[in-house]
């Protein structure tokens, strides 16, 4: 009976010899037979079926609920709010494979990939996780079981890092850890290892964490790697599994508290496991990459080899054919996998965050398909479906719909082939010019040219930065990002466009969203959606018809939608068959609009939908009533006369103008910080109550927008005191204290939740009108660190050497141009350096005048007169003063009775040419009046004077050098 690899593995697995190979050629005998999938499934259901734990399938490598990831980078993603307390699931024990990207962001080095033996943009992690269940001793008997016992890897082989501790930041040394591998596992202690920080896990700044113990295999022939565990030198000691333990909580103070519930978080690199057990020496080798090369093979009609670079000296010109080829077929293969899974997972190609990374991959892989394989057609996207049949049963999103996701990379391929040619000539053609860079040996690809690269060729550019390293050349990044910066301001790709015109929806119901100023969960029912400014009330949309931003309809929403100076939602909306990921939410009537795309199979009409918005609401509620209280202090400290003029409140800051002729004193901006700092700490109550009008207008202090039309029901927002409070005693003059506004936002629930106010900027919008920026809670906390680093570079300046005194400056001034930095703090710096800059100056003038004091002006004349041809001397000598240029000029001349002199010199930005020539030359035509007229013309400025002297001044210092050589031309081609 002929028997499938899976049914032949798993025959030979039951009957694996316990022998234990010593050859680094075959670590573990079943480990010569065992597939990928064999092994992923084999460490799950070890898992599961041995010690109770529940799978959770992969969550999506493009996160929904984390604003905070580019990708799902690491398993525990999905499990950071059981770590952070905030949810609690139905088991406590987890177990999955969980696909995860990195790249772009803090992982931005694709130029690994295709050169590393380990490294890829797109791999999995295998994993098991314990919350509040088993721990120390738990986590690592079963670790240890699984490798040596189930899959027999030789367990002297095996060594283990734990953490060294940590006096500095409060952390001990683990000690418990250590111990259990010695005395329970058996461990000798001399494959114990100490490591420092990277041996300890933190979620953040604060919040859970703790230490972890790394497993690592030895495949050295005679086990003699332990030495390089740490140092990580050796790729054949590799890290094999990593268990973190999360027992404290690191608190603001870096002070760490023991958590009530202990939780363990592993992850094993398949790729790396499968290198191991199917002995192979590194991760491209294992069959997991067999069809995909075997079908880049198919493409390019050439075979991988295999070979990797020993060492990247940085200069790769002179790298063989055969090695370019094959770290092609893995940047291809790895390329394909990473944009197969992510578009798979909603992600698509584009100009920014993800989407801009998965363009570059396809653009990657598609330039090396090109270049290396002479590939003059779309081809990646052909891979797709290899993808789908490879990992298809592990991952059955894949399944769903490859011919669309192969279509979406085509469309990227095709897009990219229009312009490569001419693209890669341009580069070809900026690389060779080179310069604009400290070191002249290397080139360096300039500002310009790299945005021309991006804007008309669609090389984005970390692909150009991947393609200078190849030839040893850098890119001028900052230079670009200038640019780009500037096109997008220009251009208004960096303003929120709204795809909805005018669209008539009163055949559909309008929409109830009183649900939006209690919760970011709801359920409502799909009425309808717009797609390309057309209503439809019947049928469904896709994700394949969604290639620019539709809207969708609901009959109930929790979404706010774009109004009164608050932007609208973005989030998550899921049906039975589809998702939507939301991207702006709009208003149009009573009808709320969710404007973004379907990110997964489709949406119907008449379906359910689980609605859930960003948690960024939670910031821009922050702002929004912060800017309530704002007002109110404005009107406080300017008078009651300051009229609201309008508003922009988001996740990012609030913006607040306002009726004021002047800007605010440094005395002004305090009092109003301090104002609403101190509401902010008195946490006051904030209440919301839809009242008639004629009531509402009674309340004493109740502010309203100038002009502004209310209906005869009003939503009134206070701050300090309940609305019923206010209706009841509504002359009361205690609630002029307080911000009373009428207002159809979302707000805090009590004043304390905004955490901090600052003010960043106060700036004149028009005449009599005034803007403020202002910052809360986390960005405000930022925002004071950088004043406080500010202040700390002001006092340093002060007493600071006056040599060093420019570079310091220069740093201030920095410091004074990041995002963020307080008004005040800007203010008291802008002041400072003016002081500083004064300091400076006078400084540089007793440096020059001590300099030019100690000049000889006999030798110099004598020098150049010396050094002169036929009596012709043109020199230039800076930072002499006026007495000094006139006998420096009559040294020359009583030196050199046949003379035809120019001088020129340069102090405190101004020029000065004196010119004098003696009657035998005036003879042979050369007039010092002439002469020194079309010189000072070339450095912008004028004189003259007699023929045998004159003098002039110039308006530009850059242009004398040049001006001095013209003069030389001059007097050459009128002396011969």
């Known amino acids: 009976m002929r028997l499938d690899a899976g049914t032949r593995s798993r025959k030979l697995s039951r009957h694996a010899c316990r022998a234990r190979d010593e050859s680094p050629a075959r670590q573990a005998c079943i480990g010569t037979v065992m597939t990928s999938n064999d092994i992923r499934r084999a460490f799950i259901e070890f898992f599961v079926n041995k010690h109770g734990h ?52 803090k992982h931005n080095d694709l130029d690994d990939v295709g050169r590393s033996r380990r490294h890829h943009t797109f791999f999995e992690m295998l994993g098991n996780w314990s919350f509040g269940d088993y721990f120390k001793e738990g986590a690592i008997k079963m670790a240890w079981e699984l ?18 501790g940590d006096a500095a930041g409060g952390v001990p040394r683990d000690d ?59 790729p054949r000691v590799m890290e094999i599994w ?64 295999g070979l990797f670079p020993a060492t990247d000296t940085g200069d790769r010109s002179a790298e063989s054919k055969e090695l370019k080829r094959d770290i092609a077929f893995r940047v291809i293969a790895d390329h394909a996998r990473m944009a197969t899974f992510a578009i798979t997972d909603g992600a698509t190609p584009g100009n920014k965050g993800r989407d801009a990374v998965v363009r570059s991959v396809i653009r990657r892989a598609f330039r090396f398909g090109y270049q290396q394989f002479g590939l003059r057609k779309p081809f990646l996207h052909e891979i797709t479906h290899t993808l789908v049949d490879v990992m298809g049963e592990a991952f059955p999103e894949l399944r769903r719909d490859p011919t669309r996701v192969a279509r979406i990379i085509e469309s990227e391929e095709k897009s990219f082939l229009e312009t490569i040619e001419r693209g890669l000539g341009l580069f070809e053609d900026a690389i060779s010019r080179g310069g604009n860079h400290a070191d002249a040996s ?60 005018a669209v008539d929806l009163t055949k559909v119901a309008p929409t109830g969203d009183k649900e939006k100023f209690t919760t970011r969960l709801s359920k409502g029912n799909v009425l309808g959606f717009v797609v390309n400014n057309e209503l439809q009330t019947a049928g469904q949309i896709t994700s394949a018809d969604t290639a620019s931003e539709v809207a969708l309809l609901l009959d109930q929403t929790c979404f706010y939608g774009e109004q009164g100076g608050q932007v609208g939602d973005s989030g998550f909306i899921a049906t039975p068959t589809g998702a939507f990921i939301v991207s702006s939410t709009q208003r149009a009537g009573n009808h709320v609009l969710h404007v973004g795309r379907v990110s997964e199979g489709a949406i119907a009409v008449g379906q359910a939908a689980h609605l859930d918005v960003d948690p960024l609401r939670d910031i821009t509620q922050q702002n929004h009533t912060s800017t309530h209280i704002a007002n109110w202090a404005l009107r406080e400290v300017l008078g009651d006369d300051v009229q609201q003029k309008g508003s922009l409140v988001d996740p990012e800051k609030l913006r607040f103008d306002f009726s004021h002729g002047s800007s605010l004193t440094d005395e002004q901006v305090q009092q109003i910080e301090s104002l609403v700092g101190r509401q902010i700490a008195q946490n006051l109550i904030v209440d919301a109550r839809e009242v008639p ?90 925002a004071r660190t950088l004043a406080i680093d500010l202040d700390a570079s002001l006092k340093s300046a002060q007493s600071i050497d006056p040599a060093s005194l420019g570079a310091s400056i220069q740093q201030i001034q920095k410091q004074i141009a990041l995002d963020g930095t307080p008004l005040l703090a800007r203010r008291r710096a802008q002041a400072a350096i003016v002081d500083l800059q004064a300091r400076l100056k006078a400084y540089e003038k007793e440096q020059k005048k001590a300099s030019v004091a100690q000049i000889d002006i006999s030798a110099v004349a004598g020098e150049l007169v010396a050094q002169s041809v036929g009596g012709l001397v043109i020199a230039r000598i800076d930072n002499l003063d006026n007495a000094q240029m006139l006998a420096l000029f009559d040294s020359i001349r009583a030196k050199s009775p046949t003379h035809a002199l120019m001088l020129a010199s340069v102090a405190d930005a101004k020029v000065q040419l004196l010119a004098a020539v003696s009657d035998d030359l005036i003879a042979r035509g050369l007039k010092a009046g002439d002469w020194i007229r079309d010189v000072a013309k070339a450095t912008g400025g004028g004189g003259g004077g007699r023929p045998n002297m004159a003098q002039a001044g110039g308006k530009d210092p850059a242009k004398v050098d040049d001006a001095l050589n013209l003069a030389r031309s001059i007097a050459t081609s009128k002396l011969g």
């Open 693 to 782: 009008q004629e009531q509402a207008l009674k309340i004493n202090g109740l502010r309203a927008v100038f002009g502004e039309k209310y209906p005869p029901m009003v939503r009134v927002v206070s701050i300090g005191a309940t609305v019923d409070e206010l209706l009841a005693h509504p002359a009361n003059p205690k609630w002029r204290e307080f911000s009373i506004e009428f207002c159809g936002g979302t707000h805090l629930k009590s004043a304390g939740e905004a955490k901090d106010f600052v003010l960043i900027s106060d700036e004149p919008v028009s005449k009599g009108v005034r803007r403020i920026v202002a910052l809360t809670g986390d960005n405000a906390a930022r």
């Open 54 to 105: 529940t799978f959770v399938p992969s969550s999506p490598v493009v996160p929904q609920d984390d604003p905070t990831l580019l990708f799902t980078n690491a398993g525990m993603n999905q499990f950071k709010p059981i770590f952070l307390g905030t949810e609690k699931r139905d088991y406590t024990r987890a177990v999955n494979t969980q696909k995860c990207i990195r790249a772009g962001g």
């Open 442 to 501: 290397m080139s360096r690809l300039s500002a310009q040219d790299a945005f021309n690269l991006h804007t008309t060729y669609g090389f984005p550019v970390d692909l150009q930065e991947q393609m200078a390293l190849e030839r040893g050349a850098s890119v001028d990044r900052a230079g670009y990002e200038q640019l780009f910066e500037e096109f997008q301001k220009k251009s208004g790709e960096g303003r929120k466009s709204h795809v909805i015109v």
């Open 242 to 305: 990593n268990n973190v333990f999360i027992q404290y909580n690191r608190n603001a103070d870096r002070s760490l508290t023991k958590l009530p519930a202990q939780h363990v978080d592993t992850g094993m690199g398949f790729e790396r496991i499968c290198q191991v057990l199917q002995g192979k020496n590194d991760n491209y080798a294992i069959d997991l990459f067999d069809p995909i090369f075997a079908k880049i093979s198919e493409l390019s009609r050439q075979s991988y080899g």
């Open 147 to 164: 490798l040596v016992d189930v899959w027999k890897l030789d367990p002297t082989r095996i060594h283990v890092t734990v953490h060294e």
């Open 176 to 234: 418990e850890a250590a111990d259990i591998w010695h005395h329970v596992i058996g461990v000798p202690r001399d494959r114990i290892h100490y490591g420092g920080k990277d041996n300890f896990w933190e979620m953040g700044e604060t919040g859970p964490c703790g230490p972890c113990t790394e497993i690592f295999y030895d495949r050295t022939p005679d086990k003699t790697g332990g030495p390089t565990v740490l140092s990580g030198t050796d």
